[in-house]
């Protein structure tokens, strides 16, 4: 079968793989859309987390060999640490991804534990099964900021994640939405899916500041905007350095929160939400254009702002 292959640090290739070794307790998965994630192009252009070679991959959604239209929750947890026990599986001690620490979705097939699998609702079309990993995401995100009714909302980072921050927090009744990216495109797609203002940055001060970057100087612009006793939760993770002031973060008492992947029933409620919402904005694409897509976006390129591989 093809597959794209993470093959050396900031190349990813089309080749001719073994079809899937399927044991007892997995599933053959016929993949119809799987998602290029930014922690895929950063993973790829710096190495360490993902090893080559390896098949990414870990937004996906296809068909089962008994018929069954299923999306994919590629986290996979022990079941048996502290985490796990504390209904935390996503931050299990002995955590492991599908993409990342076993071939994934970048593929015609792949083989997925049975557990894994989620079976979708009538009717969903294959771009929304490929959004419900990020969705799931924003949910978590949401969730870990405990965010007040009637909040005042800031997005910082209008790619797919803070685009489906945008309008999960339409969704969910907050006062003020507003968002920033330097693309002026993604920003404007940002306010045609529920941001009442976007740009090139953040004005005004917010209860709760959404950072899908993860760059130095979008942390300390997450804080920078908050009011005080306000939040904010950093999801990018395109740098280990923070860069903010911790005498604010001491005099105005605000908070920093880490949101990493969601829970099974946060995946779930993404099932039923990516239903609903406005994805005019994903690109879809061949599996064979795989290669040029995904080392476009790598080296920069703002296009697509979402890109869906339909193998």
């Given at each position: ?89 996503h931050l299990c001690r002995r955590r ?138 950093w999801l990018g993770l395109l740098s280990?350095?923070s860069g903010f002031d911790g005498a ?64």
């Amino acid at each position: 079968m093809k597959a794209l292959i993470f093959t050396a640090p900031s190349v990813v290739e089309l080749h001719d793989v073994d079809e899937p070794s399927v044991r007892a307790d997995e599933i053959l998965v016929e993949v119809a859309a799987a998602g290029i994630c930014g922690s895929e192009l950063h993973g790829v252009r710096t190495p360490g987390f993902r090893t080559p070679p390896l098949v990414m991959g870990h937004e996906f959604a296809g068909t089962t060999s008994d018929g069954r239209r299923v999306a994919v929750n590629p986290i996979l947890s022990c079941g048996r640490c502290d985490m796990c026990g504390r209904g935390r599986g996503h931050l299990c001690r002995r955590r492991a991804l599908i993409g990342v620490h076993r071939p994934g979705g970048f593929a015609e097939r792949a083989a997925v534990p049975a557990s894994a699998v989620h079976v979708l609702p009538p009717g969903m079309g294959w771009t929304a099964a490929g959004l419900i990993e990020p969705i799931a995401y924003a949910v978590h995100t949401w969730n870990v900021a405990q965010v007040p009714e009637g909040a005042r909302i800031g997005v910082i980072g209008c790619g797919s994640i803070g685009l489906l921050c945008v309008q999960l927090a339409r969704a969910r009744g907050a006062a003020v939405v507003a968002a920033a990216d330097v693309s002026r495109r993604r920003a404007a797609i940002a306010e045609r899916v529920g941001a009442d203002v976007a740009g090139p940055a953040l004005t005004g001060e917010f209860d709760v500041v959404f950072d899908a970057v993860g760059l130095p100087a979008t942390r300390a612009g997450a804080l920078a905007r908050l009011a005080p006793g306000g939040t904010a939760v950093w999801l990018g993770l395109l740098s280990p350095e923070s860069g903010f002031d911790g005498a604010d973060l001491v005099r105005s008492e605000k908070r920093v929160l880490g949101s990493f992947g969601y829970t099974p029933g946060e995946f779930a409620a993404a099932v039923t939400l990516a239903g609903e919402w406005d994805l005019g904005w994903v690109d879809t694409f061949p599996l064979a254009d795989g290669a040029r897509v995904f080392t476009d976006l790598m080296n920069g390129g703002t296009e697509p702002v979402k890109a869906l591989l339909t193998p």
